[in-house]
């Protein structure tokens, strides 16, 4: 599908003329009760009484399926909600293995619930010297996701990172029933966000060497930034306040951008089409671009992703923070605004309420 084939979802709301601030908490929880607070209350019900759903957030790298589940939770509240990373999993699996006191307990669970084609030494070393989830199996993937949730309380999941693969479509279709879901809905999250939003994320991202906060120079920048006399560039401070305003780096390879693994990419478009074509499962779809000429009637301004530069004052030798509009193509090639993730979290509130009939 194509950005026109998404449709745009509607955050303006008539009447409601108020700022809210997208980057502090308290704003953003004024925000949702203004745009979807009876949704966000419906969805609490919904949960409270035991209910749970199995969500597939569907999305090519870095589009933003963390942000949006973790933004998800923190409304709705994160008693009742997961959020499932197959990566985080698999980077847990393998250091539990590198720890003497987790290791036996690891070996144990998957001696009873692994089934594929592999030793338990294989599927050990499987984990240990392969660090992407392509180069693990998709029974052992099934596997290491019954290991997760052994360890957590039965709760609505996002489940980020599967399927991944052509041949781990069939599993998707059934994992409700593996995990114990059978009574729960599950449903397909797809989220359409331009490559060029995408490749200027990575270009510009920023990482604090502390906390491991990510943030963006171009995009996202904290409230502070600094000079370097010797470099003659600018950079950001981290915001954490146990961080010390530590100075944020790029991460090696960050520069050469989606180029860096266009080849994912292009089978991340493989699954979506596939699944797309599916029947009998829900889909939402999410759009974080609105084309600039319908852009007033759909969404307020503040809800648009801006860009910020940096200017040094002689004087004071402080660095100023200048914010201004951003406008980028979307694939099709029209002029887009990107938008701000809790204006696309609305429609995943909204569109998630309407799914579960609520």
Partial sequence: MQSADFPIYKTKRAGLSQFFDLNSPDGRKKYFEAKVGSDVKNIQKYLEKKGAFVAFLMGKKNSGKGTYAK????IVGSDHVSHLSIGDIIRDAHKALEDK????????????????????????D????????????????????KWEMSKRPRQALFIDGFPRALNQIQYALFLKEILGYQKHPDFFVFINIPERVIDERIKYRVICPICKTPRSTKLLATSEAGYDEKAQTFYLMCDNPTCNKAR?????????????FRDRLMLDDQITKQLLELRGVPKVFLRNAVPIQTAAEYIDDYERTPAYSYELDAATKKVK???????????????????LPPAVVCGLIDKIARTLEL
């Fill in 126 to 145: 499987s984990i240990l010297n392969r660090g992407t989830v392509q180069l693990i199996s998709s029974e052992l993937t099934l596997a290491l996701i």
């Fill in 248 to 260: 944020m780096v790029a991460k090696e390879g960050d520069e050469r951008g989606i180029e860096s």
């Fill in 321 to 339: 923070i200048l914010e201004s509009p951003w406008t980028v193509k979307d694939d099709d090639g029209v002029e887009s605004y990107s938008l």
């Fill in 101 to 124: 006191a987790e290791r036996q307990k690891v070996i144990d669970f998957l001696s009873k619930e692994y089934r594929g084609f592999h030793g338990l030494q294989e599927v050990e």
């Fill in 71 to 74: 933004l998800f939770m923190e």
